[in-house]
């Protein structure tokens, strides 16, 4: 597998975590998954993901902690897609600019198209 | 009615010589020295009738007049006291004022403007006080003197005093922050209540004193609240040079705090007193009551805006799943990820199901209609049951489990409403167990048997562990774990249903062991 195509997922519900890698690996992405924030943490120290599709209700470290360190770590190039149901989510999407927020539940081809174009932006950057 | 009169006129000698008679009509003059006695007699009794006191001093300052009450109204004796002259009248009383001089200013002000109308009041150092009318007096058009009245308004005066006190303490009351409004009233209350005001709390480990207000700074009242107070019950008493006073607040025919009161040396407390603090009391407690209405609903409001926003939650979840398995399927995928795709839906399904089944169980337990069908069950069969179904949670959260039973536990309880408890208890320790070893424990003594479940996970902090019980109620932040926070209150539900007890040990970050014993057979059956 290119590692260039990995998506990360971080999400507490293993089903989400399930279901989106079948989705994703159906349109031919890599997908590595975490369970909430410091999983996700741990693996970013060994590779880097394409993009990184993230929700905020998460035990540990919740979402907008993660993204807090993602900021302390300087790590703010990677794009992250928000996808939660979360009330507060468009605070915390404008608070760290992301790339995008889905809300769930979020149909496949929204969810598809706009982790095609979150993507292919990334790539086209210098 | 003729007056007549006969006069001899003796001569030189002594010897009559003529005799004079005359002759008057007295029929008018007669009349008049009735009419004058009928007047004086009418203004006699009329001023002694009145309630008022009243002086009357002529031009040079000289008590023309007075009645009996002026004397009583400024503590004069009249066999002791002859007053002649006003100035003699004002130096006995001027001491008893609160400003003598003021009152001795007023009159030297109407003795230059004879012609003048005058109204001002006079307090006493002994609480009482006077209204105080002058006007002229004349005699045809020549004022001769000045009438002054005297009228003692002390207890209409006291009554105003008291409707402005509670109006301006009630005032301050109305506001929802209590502690600082109970802080202005009893700084209102001093002196007028009394040297020192202390408001008292009832909590659960007894009561605090909240505040304590005294005149003198150097010398707090330090007097502990009765206990016939804190019993509900309104006090007066006297110790040595001491008055005390003390008013419970009582909401809903409980007391939650009280209010006392230390008078200053000269002052004993009277049942009016006491009424007045009593008064304030009750609408301290009023305060007391309304500011924790507010703030339960305050609450109220945040759980339910927080109960919808988990719900929305817990609902979005499974959706996701399902909406994207149902597309995946639709848009023609891979033969062996279907089976995949099908199980995500049918587990999705019972998440669903089960989210339902909670808010049905709280709908019930809110109105008390959560029904026991009794049978005799096998509590180890219906553990095994749960743990059976749990084996995939627990193996992706990566806890052991370690069951330790003595075979058959047979009691007559509800199966449906067991498996639910236990089922409960579980999830609670794969969910918060952080992957660590789980043990389950069994135990059977006379005709009690004991469930226990401990994991090694988050633990919950000791102000959080009595709360866990109540609905909604998490010792995590909503934002890191999901649910409704209705686990563990419908596990008291059905421990109680069941005549049983459940309670828990916890320590944060050692892990939480959660106890229950249920009774083999009901004491009611």
């Not at chain 2, 009583?72 to 006995?92: C, H, I």
């Not at chain 2, 002994?126 to 003197?145: A, K």
């Not at chain 2, 006190?165 to 700084?187: G, I, Q, Y």
């Not at chain 2, 587990?347 to 089960?354: C, G, K, S």
């Amino acid at each position: 597998m290119n590692p260039d195509t990995a998506v990360m997922i971080v999400d507490d519900d293993e089903d989400v975590i399930e279901i989106g890698t079948l989705v994703l690996e159906a349109a031919g992405f890599r997908v590595v998954a975490a369970g909430d924030g410091v999983d996700a943490l741990e693996i970013l120290e060994r590779e880097e993901p394409l993009l990184i599709l993230l929700d905020l209700m998460m035990p540990i470290m919740d979402g907008e902690q993660f993204l807090q360190a993602l900021r302390a770590r300087n790590i703010t190039h990677i794009p992250v897609i928000l996808m939660s149901g979360y009330s507060g989510a468009l605070e915390i999407a404008h608070e760290f600019s992301t790339a995008a927020l889905l809300r769930k539940p979020v149909d496949m081809d929204v969810l598809l198209k706009t982790v095609r174009d979150v993507s292919r932006k990334r790539r086209e950057e210098p | 009615m003729l007056h007549t009169r006969g006069d001899v006129i003796s001569g030189e000698h002594g010897n009559p010589v003529r005799m004079v008679g005359s002759c008057w009509d007295v029929t008018d003059l007669t009349e008049a020295t009735r009419r004058l006695e009928r007047s004086r007699s009418l203004l006699e009794a009329t001023l002694n009738a009145t309630a008022d006191g009243l002086l009357v001093i002529d031009r040079r300052g000289r008590v023309a007049a007075y009645n009996s009450r002026l004397l009583d109204l400024w503590g004069l004796k009249s066999q002791d006291v002859e007053p002649r002259t006003f100035d003699e009248m004002l130096a006995a009383v001027h001491d008893q004022l609160e400003n003598g001089d003021a009152c001795l200013r007023q009159v030297r002000e109407m003795e230059s403007h004879p012609e003048a109308e005058s109204f001002d009041s006079l307090r006493f150092l002994d609480g009482r006080f006077f209204e105080r009318y002058s006007r002229p007096q004349r005699i045809g058009g020549e004022i001769v003197g000045r009438v002054w009245s005297y009228r003692d308004v002390s207890e209409r005066e006291q009554i105003m005093r008291r409707a402005m006190f509670l109006a301006d303490t009630t005032r301050l009351l109305a506001s929802l922050d209590v502690e600082p409004a109970l802080d202005a009233v009893a700084h209102m209350a001093v002196p007028y209540l009394g040297d020192g005001c202390a408001v008292d709390l009832l909590g659960e480990g007894g009561p605090r004193r909240l505040l304590v207000v005294s005149r003198d700074p150097a010398r707090p009242m330090l007097i502990s609240l009765h206990a016939t107070v804190l019993a509900g019950h309104p006090l007066t008493y006297n110790v040595g040079p001491l008055s005390y006073m003390a008013a419970p607040l009582v909401i809903q025919d409980t007391v939650v705090g009280a209010l006392s009161f230390v008078a200053p040396p000269t002052r004993r407390y009277t049942e009016r007193d006491l009424e007045l603090a009593e008064e304030l009391a009750r609408r301290a407690a009023l305060s007391v009551q309304n500011a924790r209405l507010y703030r339960g609903t305050q609450e109220a409001l945040r759980a339910r805006d927080e109960f919808l926003s988990i719900a929305a939650h817990e609902i979005r979840g499974p959706l996701t799943s399902m909406r994207l398995a149902v597309q995946l399927i639709q848009q023609g995928m891979s033969p062996d990820a279907l089976p995949k795709a099908l199980d995500i839906i049918q587990r999705e399904d019972r998440r669903l199901a089960r989210f339902v089944d909670e808010l049905l169980d709280l709908g019930r337990i809110r109105s008390g209609q959560l029904h026991f069908n009794f049978e005799d069950v096998d509590l180890n069969e219906v553990l095994q049951d749960v743990t059976t179904r749990l084996r995939s949670e627990l193996t992706r959260a990566g806890s052991p489990l370690s069951i330790s039973t003595e075979g058959r536990t047979v009691g007559s309880w509800d199966r449906f409403r067991l498996n639910q408890l236990v089922s409960n208890i579980v999830s609670n320790a794969i969910k918060f167990g952080l992957g660590k070893p789980i043990e389950i424990r069994l135990r059977q003594e006379h005709d009690t048997v004991t469930l226990t479940v401990r994991d090694h996970g988050i633990g919950i902090p000791a102000d959080r562990q009595e709360q866990v019980f109540q609905p909604f109620e998490r010792a995590v932040s909503a934002r890191h774990y999901g649910g409704l926070g209705l686990g563990l209150h419908i596990v008291r539900t059905i421990v109680s249903g069941l005549e049983g007890r459940v309670w828990l040990e916890s320590e944060p970050g050692a892990g939480t062991t959660v106890y229950v014993t249920l009774p083999l057979k009901r004491a009611a059956a």
